[in-house]
T-cell receptor, first 114, second 114 residues
Framework: DTAVSQTPKYLVTQMGNDKSIKCEQN?????MYWYKQDSKKFLKIMFS???????INETVPNRFSPKSPDKAHLNLHINSLELGDSAVYFC?????????????FGPGTRLLVL | GENVEQHPSTLSVQEGDSAVIKCTYS??????FPWYKQELGKRPQLIID?????GEKKDQRIAVTLNKTAKHFSLHITETQPEDSAVYFC?????????????FGRGTSLIVHP
């Protein structure tokens, strides 16, 4: 019954590989997000996506691409993984209407690139 | 773009004391200011928020104040308890393309000693 879920929870992979992280929300929210939290706990937005627009943080390398098969899912695909990609990746969603600013986070995916 | 500064990075208090965390932001277009609590190994969760048309908001032991002129906002926790120990993040959000794009502070690690 988790509102925002992510898979996998842990991901260990070699440099140069391509991997995907999946995110699903069952809250009926319109907007979904991806965040990266580095080893110093700094939380940085990577993408914001709704049915109207994809907003990309311009500092995100183009090896990262969000893919949304439908309103309830926003997956993150990463090409040619690098050591510096090791971090915790959080998916989040927000609802339409007056409280649309509130972010509901998923449990996180811990990515380790070797 | 928006820049959010958060201080202190670490705060250690005795149980029952008050704790104050301060944030400043740079973009006057920011109009929503949430605070998130992240316990070790868990996801960030909203604890309180304030909108730009309000100067102060309180919810039991926690309160937030906002000074739009000075572009700073603060989190106040009274009668701290060991379970308040966590990393706290402030954020300043701007509306863009139907979404609210938050910029987070670097976090404050609060330690409450019993």
């Amino acid at each position: 019954d988790t509102a925002v879920s992510q898979t996998p929870k842990y991901l260990v992979t070699q440099m140069g590989n391509d991997k995907s992280i999946k995110c699903e929300q069952n809250l009926g929210h319109d907007t979904m997000y991806w965040y990266k939290q580095d080893s110093k706990k700094f939380l940085k937005i990577m993408f914001s996506y709704n049915n109207k627009e994809l907003i990309i943080n311009e500092t995100v390398p183009n090896r990262f691409s969000p893919k949304s098969p439908d309103k309830a899912h926003l997956n993150l695909h990463i090409n040619s993984l690098e050591l510096g990609d090791s971090a915790v990746y959080f998916c989040a969603s927000s609802e339409p209407g007056p409280s649309q600013e509130t972010q509901y986070f998923g449990p996180g995916t811990r990515l380790l690139v070797l | 773009g928006e820049n959010v500064e958060q201080h202190p990075s670490t705060l250690s208090v005795q149980e029952g004391d008050s704790a104050v965390i301060k944030c400043t932001y740079s973009d006057s277009a920011s109009n929503y200011f949430p605070w998130y609590k992240q316990e070790l190994g868990k996801r960030p969760q909203l604890i309180i928020d304030i909108r730009s048309n309000v100067g102060e908001k309180k919810d039991q032991r926690i309160a937030v104040t906002l000074n739009k002129t000075a572009k700073h906002f603060s989190l106040h926790i009274t009668e701290t308890q060991p379970e308040d120990s966590a990393v706290y993040f402030c954020a300043a959000s701007i509306e863009a393309g139907g979404s609210y794009i938050p910029t987070f502070g670097r976090g404050t690690s609060l330690i409450v000693h019993p």
